[in-house]
């Protein structure tokens, strides 16, 4: 199933007003259960992180967490990064009329090919891993750009049904992923070959979190797959389902899983 026309076609809409960009921005922290999960994570790492942090977005897409970040962290430099060159203009045009062009920047480029030596201290990207063939030398690119005592943040399925791929006889939900989830294991020994240590692994989309996921993404998704109309009455859909997922996810995020369809992985260099 096609999601990047999906996330276009959003974006075109929202991109109208400042208003509209920023009710995205809300609706996405709602929504979105790994959004509930990612700032929990930032909130923790950024006691410890200088005030005046250079902070790369890997992966950008609508900038929700550049966003959130410049909101909350006000010091930070950020820079955020996207092989779509339309979402890389929508943000930089949202962002100057915001008036915060002056700390956070965006440009298209692709992470196979990320520049930079010990130039940020928080490096952050949101399933971005489960689209890239080549994420050992990604991850070898986020090693190289880390300061000493930097820290990476990566949500991405797991492969305990991330990319709701439950056995080997089924594809990914999402037909522009190249992988239907992480190990473990996995990860943390492609993040050790790059040089990093300390890595932490914990999963996330839980059975709440699960339940969560396919009520306020899966079918909505499958829904305007079928047909464009169904943003006609996407509203009405979440009036009625959005307070479900809304208690579901504040069980998810703050609960402990066993095993999950999600991981949240933190690291140090």
């Not at 050790?192 to 699960?210: E, L, M, N, P, Q």
Request: positive net charge; proline residues 3%; hydrophobic residues 40%.
């Amino acid at each position: 199933m096609q999601y990047e026309p999906i996330k276009s076609s959003l974006g075109r809409f929202f991109r109208r007003s400042l208003f509209l960009k920023k009710i995205l921005y809300f609706l996405l922290d709602l929504l979105l259960l790994r959004s509930w999960h990612v700032r929990k994570t930032i909130q923790r790492f950024a006691v410890g992180l200088p005030n005046d942090s250079t902070v790369l977005d890997a992966g950008s897409g609508f900038g929700q967490y550049s966003w959130r970040m410049s909101s909350h962290f006000p010091g930070w430099k950020i820079k955020g990064i996207d092989i779509n060159k339309e979402w890389v203009a929508e943000c930089n045009e949202f962002f100057s009329k915001a008036g915060r062009s002056d700390r956070v920047t965006f440009e298209t480029g692709d992470l196979t090919h990320l520049a930079g030596t010990n130039s940020y201290n928080l490096i952050l990207t949101v399933d971005v891993m489960e689209h890239i063939e080549a994420d050992e030398k990604v991850f070898s690119n986020f090693h190289r750009a880390l300061r000493d005592d930097g820290v990476l943040i990566i949500s991405t399925p797991s492969d305990k049904g991330g990319s709701d791929v439950h056995n080997h006889n089924e594809s990914s939900f999402i037909d522009e992923h190249v992988r239907d989830g992480y190990g473990k294991e996995e990860i943390i020994k492609k993040l050790a070959d790059a040089g990093f240590r300390s890595a932490d692994v914990r999963y996330t989309y839980g059975k709440a979190g699960g339940i969560s996921w396919i009520l306020s993404m899966k079918y909505p998704v499958k829904m305007i797959n079928a047909s464009k109309l169904f943003f006609i009455i996407l509203p009405f859909y979440y009036l009625i389902f959005f307070p479900v997922s809304f208690l579901l996810n504040i069980i998810d995020v703050n609960s402990k899983h066993e095993s999950g369809t999600g991981l949240l992985v933190t690291a140090r260099k």
